[in-house]
């Protein structure tokens, strides 16, 4: 067979014999990854894409009044944070892609969800990056029990879809697909030809057999899926990892599914023992914060159908540069700036002559803009040395003219407050207008971001 070098597109698969800076497919920028291809396999007994076209024949269009509601059969994962953000459990026939850098735990979570699985359905996990030896080592530790588990430390795909003819398992574990290789494509393992061939047989597989699949993703550190960003579009849900490797909390987000919502997240915390579900993540968020300190304040923001209160910390402090620092951690830097801009622009604070650094604790992403208004109240409180109420949080996103907008789900945002001990919400006044909400606490209803600046301040004093 003919080897020769190529360099692929890892978005969209486009290939050229040179390497180049942006992709002529999909305008994407530092995308073209190396890879090695010979000729087409002579052989159709593994192709994947030919097999399916095989097995789906002559198709007829079929008329809408005639089609059916499908049924897919689910099976809980036993791990109630894993379930709520597959939308129930797994489903049969259907493959899901677990990603996470390295060492987040992706390989602990699913040899505790094999042992749960284990009581009642037959699972194969396959590794190739862990030796039996290592397996053992890990599954003693999380005392695993192992009933109907069947370990398989293998990376050719055609063996492995031979022993999963001879096991005949429910669900199959693939940990991971970087290592999974096919004889008939000349690249190395883990090149985008070889993972998107590979996956393609597993997710053939798991709809010949009817069997559910998951398959591991290693992510590099741009956040996306080393190489194959590909393997997104052909899985039927995405599922990504994340967390920072120095706490110990884990959150699992669905960045994708055919079979459930995209918006609710599992929190885990990564313990001695393995992965343990927190069920109260905001209880774990609060943990230890600063009381009465200058330049932090709480917000309430909604994962999916689950309120969540988080703190977030600013710093601001006189500039020593030309162009002042901004750093953000958990808050999009563009969505920091834009606030900067609308509290120096309508109050006349002076930001640009200061860093401003600004921190959710925990290490959590708030990408909601319902977290506005605290990010506000934080940037004016420690410029203005003075300390939100530890008692107060404050929800509400803000618009470029100061005004503060309404936000979604205010009843249960104010609930998980009153549950976590707040005595006063700042909220939307637009949110109350829309709809009256019954709440035990103090709601501080406000208009616009000048109304923060009274809450703050003493009221004899006027400015900062
Ligand atoms: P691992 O699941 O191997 O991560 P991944 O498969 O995503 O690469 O393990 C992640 C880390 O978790 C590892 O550095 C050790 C740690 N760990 C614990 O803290 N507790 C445990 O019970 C286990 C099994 C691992
Ligand atoms: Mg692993």
């Known amino acids: 067979m003919k ?4 360099y692929v597109c890892s978005e969209c698969t486009y290939k050229s014999p040179k390497w180049m800076g942006k992709c002529p497919g999909c305008g994407a920028w530092n995308s073209f990854v190396e890879d090695v291809i010979g000729e ?4 159709a007994s593994l192709s994947p894409r030919r097999a399916l076209t095989a097995r789906t024949g002559e198709q007829h269009a079929t008329p809408y009044k005639e089609m059916e509601m499908p049924s897919y059969i689910r099976t809980a994962t036993g791990l109630g944070e894993l379930d709520r953000v597959l939308g129930g459990g797994l489903v049969l026939g259907s493959v899901v892609l677990l990603a996470g850098e390295p060492g987040i735990g992706k390989s602990t979570l699913l040899m505790q969800i094999s042992d749960i ?3 009642h359905r037959k699972v194969l996990y396959i590794s190739g990056e862990e030796s039996e030896g290592q397996l053992k080592l890990r599954a003693e530790r999380l005392s695993v029990a192992g009933d109907n588990l069947f370990i398989l430390t293998e990376t050719n795909i055609e063996r492995i879809l031979t022993e999963i003819d001879r096991v005949k398992p429910d669900v199959v574990i693939v940990d991971s697909i970087q290592t999974v290789y096919s004889d008939n494509i000349a690249s190395t393992p883990g090149a985008v030809t070889q993972v ?3 996956a393609l047989a597993f997710i053939n597989k798991a709809k010949t057999d009817n069997i559910s699949v998951i398959l591991v993703g290693h992510v590099n550190k741009e956040g996306t899926i080393a190489g194959p960003k590909v393997l997104e579009h052909m899985v039927d849900a995405v599922l990504y990892f994340e967390g920072e490797r120095q706490q110990t909390y884990r959150i699992i987000r669905a ?3 055919r079979y459930g919502s995209t918006n609710e997240i599992g ?3 990564m313990t001695d023992e393995g992965l343990a579900e927190v069920e109260n993540p905001s209880e774990m968020l609060l943990a230890g914060r600063p009381q009465n300190t200058p330049g932090n304040c709480a917000v309430c923001t909604m994962e999916g159908t689950r309120p969540l209160i988080a703190e977030i910390q600013a710093l601001v402090s006189a500039t020593a540069f030309p162009a002042p620092r901004r750093t953000s951690n958990g808050i999009d830097y563009n969505r920091l700036c834009l606030i900067l801009a609308v509290l120096e622009k309508r109050l006349g604070l002076r930001f640009s002559q200061n860093d401003v650094y600004l921190n959710v604790i925990g290490g959590m992403h708030l990408d909601e803009p319902a977290s506005d208004v605290a990010v506000g109240m934080a940037l004016i409180s420690s410029l203005a040395d003075r300390a939100v109420p530890d008692d107060l949080i404050a929800i509400g996103e803000l618009g470029l003219s100061g005004e503060c907008r309404a936000v979604s789900g205010l009843e249960y945002r104010v609930k998980e407050a009153t549950r976590l001990g707040f005595r006063r919400a700042v909220v939307p006044a637009r949110s109350l207008e829309k709809r009256q909400i019954k709440a035990e606490i103090e ?3 406000i208009n616009s971001i000048f109304e923060i600046l009274k809450l703050l301040l003493p009221q004899d ?4």
């Open 443 to 445: 709601l501080i209803p």
């Open 461 to 464: 004093k006027k400015e900062i």
């Open 117 to 119: 699985l284990g009581s």
């Open 196 to 198: 998107r061939e590979t």
């Open 267 to 269: 929190v885990f915390e």
């Open 3 to 6: 080897l020769k070098t190529v």
């Open 255 to 257: 960045i994708k599914n």
């Open 40 to 43: 087409e396999p002579k052989s």
